[in-house]
């Protein structure tokens, strides 16, 4: 399947489906949408191999490992050819959760997960402000995350 080839309608059932429970048995899956579990595993497993599903992960609550703080932290460089050289050293701080490539005042816009505020700010300064090429940074500490959806995917 060819990533803009069209989804069928048993398809978009299963994606919906897993986006709601990826741990639901495909029994179970195939029982919601009249088919054999063999089919949904096949679905499954093309629709992998295309890279509609880029593989299944398990969730965390950061607080319960002790992270308390989350931020957002948009990065400026100080030269537009340094991008992939502070993109690379990104990669290594493994508070770093998400990078984005963004239009805007940023280069680079970053999520960054943290045992608490003192250990944000020696993120801050000690790791990404060190790296060769950023700057300056601008953070926002979230208070709260209110909801998460996964992208809709319609029946």
Do not use: W
């Not at 195939?30 to 096949?42: D, K, N, P, T, Y």
């Not at 050819?81 to 998400?98: A, G, P, R, S």
């Not at 960054?112 to 300064?125: D, F, G, P, R, S």
């Not at 990404?128 to 209110?146: A, D, K, N, P, Y």
Request: aromatic share 8%.
């Amino acid at each position: 399947m060819a990533h803009d080839t069209l989804l069928d309608e048993l398809d978009r059932k299963i994606l919906s489906i897993l986006s709601r429970n990826a741990r639901k048995p495909f029994l179970e899956v195939a029982r919601e949408c009249g088919v054999s579990g063999a089919a949904i595993h096949q679905r499954v497993q093309r629709l992998t191999k295309s890279g509609v599903i880029k593989g299944s992960e398990f969730t965390f609550d950061p607080k319960k490992l002790g992270f308390q703080t989350l931020a957002y932290i948009g990065i400026y460089l100080e030269n537009s050819v340094m991008f992939n050289k502070v993109v690379q050293q990104l990669k290594n701080i493994m508070e770093i959760t998400e990078c984005h490539y963004t239009t805007g005042q940023y280069a680079v816009f970053v999520k960054v997960y943290a045992q608490n505020n003192e250990h944000l700010k020696n993120i801050i300064a000690d790791k990404i402000q060190s790296i060769e090429g950023v700057s300056r940074t601008e953070t926002f500490i979230s208070l709260e995350e209110l909801f998460h959806h996964h992208i809709p995917v319609s029946e």
